[in-house]
């Protein structure tokens, strides 16, 4: 360890110092030495004194505080743990409760924090005022914490550059090219001959390694040689210098030195030299109205060299040393404005090794500042021109070691594990265990977070994976993307189109199913780890059937709906609305009773009263709805047993039943059928599409009505591109699409087939010969083999046990002949301007 950080060890003993020093004359050179920091030459001196004052318990005492003392500055921190043990049990800290704190921060410089809690909970005790001591409490509570709860930063020692020596405060020697790092080491060849007085180690130089291009393209990759900075030695002497910053051309160079002199106490200086071809010129001190009898270290300067950011003990700052801020006009001139960086930074600790990135991130080292053990590294946002609170950078970039002198490279570079950029990465340096020496360069990343949302979409009824759903998601960043479900009902949206800090929406939707449930929302807001996120959806299919609505029940002969009864049309209401794109049909029932044209007139006005409800006091588009009287037309069918009151009595009906007039007629129990009749006078709606479009010149505007004539056809709603006539159907249960042709026969699409019969919604059974229509070795259907559906429905009009020819490139799922529609279901007609399949 050497000097320049050796100095913040100094201001924690000088009280001590100058309130214990004695005029004893063996000790007076020990003393002295001491006073003006020359810690190896007293160490040596207090040990040889120590022998000739031994019936002087008193002088013993001080003696061997002052030889720990000097093993805790020089960094011996095993050998001043003894000292101070020793004088622990002789109550030294009954009048020198110092050595509390010096054996508390011994213990939390080991990562022993429950032994260093124990030492400065009895520090605090006898020395409440001392505001140290609880910021140091509060950090060996926290650190238990982020020890085991470190950040995604992974941390590596740089061993490709690092001595057995002291090696740190990497900075970069050209900051726009991140090329080269300027670094300083006391390692062996450095240009200082002996060792140096405070430390008794070899003084320390400032060295450089530069990155050359290579075909490597993994970070760090590779760096030359060690060099010294100066081969001439006009900026490294044989004195201290360390802790360089370089201008944003890397001509200009200011760092700390530390000249000595024989006859005089000398402190540590920011210099300048500026590049002259390969060397450099003589360094010159930098001015800016300094008491040359305190220490200006660790300069950091920023690219236009207007502003110097460094430490210093000088007088009026927080506490031991302070991070300041010095600006000039301009680069030639003298720094005449000097700034401490404020409470928010500084403490009554020491606040050193500032570095700056961009413009409003100020990175310094800190033990006054709830930490690890020594100096942690923290970082202040720069808003405004002022320092806000400062933050630890946490474990593992701060250990129980000292912290210190973190860069940051900016040049891009993939993280071979995600492929992605690394989201930072840069160096520091640390004297933490594990290190090749005292101090050591540390490399650091900080890998990309990854993530990726995916889901399946399942049918909310038969539970079979949907394919061909449409997925649309949305991010709060305002991109966008759209896929579809494959074959097993999965979608996913990968790492490329999934980015942290953002909230995304989902919406799924597949023709034939309710807009219902579709939606969907997650974030990755406060997410710290890559994370797979999971959105799975189960839609409900429209039913081919007509929904009944809630009871309405009209005044006798009378068709407008009573404002009890609206509330049975908010169903209606809010299925439409969360269902923005489907056309219904509001269909009004009668039972058999009365002549069948007042049935049907009574119907239509009804179905109308419903819709005129839904447009005028809803605004639902009239073009979304269409008010069809049927009469005593369609008699209800029973889809499931059904089991209703009438009278007080409890009837059922059962599965298949069709409620017509004749089947009404043939029950024995009066009661039972007049139940049947009021089955029958309902009110329900069918989807007749799910494609609606507002049109342009409707939008704001009040929709007229559309003419209402009374229906008592059979008909299928369809749509009609060109000459193309398509809708939807139910096979087995599941929506499907299909188109009309010509023939007599349906085709089924292969690709639906193969996925049906792996989801064991068919089988190998429902085939027409199995061994010809199945492949043995493989598994897969033979094209042009037959496939009984066993049930197939288009609208109300059902047929069972279809065979179908299963056939590659389709345009739809299901191609049906019109002839087969026509002996199925009987001759029928195109409406183009109702878009409907109507049997004659």
């Known amino acids: 360890m050497i000097q320049i950080k050796k100095l913040l060890a100094v201001v924690l003993c000088a009280v001590c110092l100058f309130t214990t020093v004695t005029n004893a004359q063996p000790l007076r050179e020990a003393d002295y030495a001491f006073k003006h920091t020359q810690y190896e030459k007293a160490l040596e001196e207090y040990k040889k004194g120590i022998r ?73 005790k006898r020395v409440p005022e001392d505001t140290r001591v609880d910021t140091r409490i509060e950090g060996c509570q926290k650190a238990k914490l982020w020890t085991e709860n470190p950040t995604r930063y992974e941390v590596e020692n740089f061993k490709k550059i690092n ?86 051309k890397g001509t200009t160079v200011y760092f700390t030195k530390c000249p000595q002199d024989k006859k005089k106490v000398m402190g540590c200086y920011i210099y300048t030299a500026s590049k002259r071809g390969k060397s450099w010129s003589e360094p010159q001190r930098v001015e800016m109205n300094q008491d040359t009898a305190y220490n200006y270290v660790h300069p950091f300067i920023t690219p236009d060299e207007l502003t110097l950011f460094f430490a210093s003990n000088k007088p009026g700052g927080q506490g031991g040393y302070d991070i300041y801020k010095a600006t000039r006009e301009k680069k030639s001139g003298k720094f005449t404005k000097v700034e401490n960086c404020g409470e928010n930074v ?87 265990l594990g290190g090749r020496g005292g101090d050591d360069i540390y490399y650091f990343i900080l890998r990309p977070l990854v993530y990726s949302i995916a889901g399946f979409v399942k049918d909310a009824v038969t539970l079979q994976y949907l ?63 890559n994370t797979d996120l999971k959105q799975d959806f189960n839609l409900t299919p429209i039913p081919p059937e007509p929904i009944i609505l809630p009871e309405i029940l009209y005044p006798f002969d009378e068709a407008y709906l009573e404002k009890q ?61 269409i008010p069809k009287g049927y009469g005593e037309y369609r008699p209800r069918k029973i889809y499931t047993d059904l089991v209703c ?51 342009s010149d409707s939008i704001g505007k009040a929709v007229s009505k559309p003419q209402i004539v009374v229906v008592n056809e059979r008909f299928i709603p369809v749509m009609i591109n060109d000459k193309t006539v398509s809708g939807q159907c139910y096979a087995n249960n599941k929506s499907f699409d299909f188109q009309i042709a010509k023939g007599n026969v349906v085709y089924m699409d292969y690709k639906t087939a193969t996925n049906m019969l792996k989801d064991m919604i068919i089988t190998a059974k429902d085939f027409d ?24 429905r288009i609208g109300d009009e059902v047929v069972e046990n279809v065979p179908v020819i299963v056939k590659k490139g389709l345009g739809a799922t ?27």
């Not at 029932?589 to 819709?611: F, I, M, P, W």
């Open 52 to 124: 000739k004052i031994k019936s002087n318990p008193i002088e013993v005492r001080r003696v061997t505080f002052q030889i720990a003392e000097c093993y805790r500055i020089m960094g011996d921190l095993k050998r001043a743990e003894q000292q101070y043990t020793r004088l622990e049990k002789k109550n030294y800290q009954k009048d020198n409760p110092i050595i509390l704190f010096h054996l508390g921060s011994i213990y939390n410089l080991r990562g022993e924090y429950d032994g260093a809690l124990k030492y400065y909970n009895n520090y605090k």
């Open 163 to 248: 001595s057995k020596q002291d090696d740190w405060a990497p900075r970069w020697g050209n900051p726009t090219k991140f090329n080269q790092i300027i670094f300083t080491s006391n390692r062996d060849g450095s240009t200082g001959k002996g060792n140096d007085q405070w430390t008794g180690e070899a003084f320390s130089d400032l060295y450089r390694t530069d990155k050359p291009k290579s075909k490597n393209t993994e970070w760090p990759g590779e760096w030359s040689p060690v060099q010294p900075l100066d081969e001439e030695e006009n900026v490294n002497s044989p004195f201290n210098e360390g802790e360089a910053s370089v201008n944003e």
């Open 346 to 432: 500084n403490t009554p600790g020491q606040e050193v090794f500032p570095t700056l990135r961009g413009d409003s991130l100020l990175y310094f080292s800190s033990d006054g500042h709830p930490g690890m053990g020594g100096l942690d590294i923290f970082v202040s946002v720069i808003k405004n021109g002022v320092c806000q609170p400062a933050e630890n950078l946490l474990y593992p970039i701060n250990s129980n070691g000292d912290d210190m002198s973190i860069i940051f490279d900016d040049t891009p570079a993939v993280d071979p594990k995600s492929k992605f950029d690394y989201t930072e990465k840069g160096y520091f340096s640390s004297n933490r």
């Open 467 to 529: 394919d061909g759903v449409d997925v649309d998601l949305v991010g709060s960043d305002g991109a966008s993307y759209k896929t579809q479900t494959d074959v097993k009902g999965h979608y996913e949206f990968d790492k490329n189109k999934i980015k942290g800090n953002t909230t995304y929406t989902l919406v799924v939707k597949k023709r034939g199913y309710w807009e219902e449930n579709n939606t969907a929302s997650q974030t990755t807001i406060g997410l710290s780890e």
């Open 565 to 625: 009864y609206k509330d049975s049309m908010l169903f209606l209401y809010n299925v439409m609305i969360k269902n923005p794109t489907i056309v219904v049909e509001l269909r009004s029932h009668t039972d058999y009773k009365g002549s069948d044209t007042y049935n049907e007139a009574l119907s239509q006005r009804r179905a109308q009263s419903c819709v005129d409800f839904l447009v005028s006091e809803k605004h639902i588009p009239a073009d979304r709805i």
């Open 645 to 695: 009151k009438y009278n007080g009595k409890t009837y059922t009906f059962p599965k298949g039943t069709e409620l017509t007039e004749s089947y009404i007629n043939s029950l024995s129990d009066k009661n039972m059928q007049e139940a049947a009749n009021a089955l029958n006078r309902r009110t329900e709606f069918i989807v007749l599409s799910t494609d609606y479009v507002p049109k």
């Open 769 to 792: 010969g199995t061994e010809k229509a199945i492949k043995q070795e493989d598994g897969s259907i033979i094209e042009n083999s037959v496939l009984y559906i066993s049930e197939f």
């Open 814 to 840: 299901f191609v049906i002949g019109g002839d087969y529609i026509q002996s199925e279901w009987g001759y029928y007609r195109i409406d183009n301007d109702r878009k409907m399949l109507i049997f004659e």
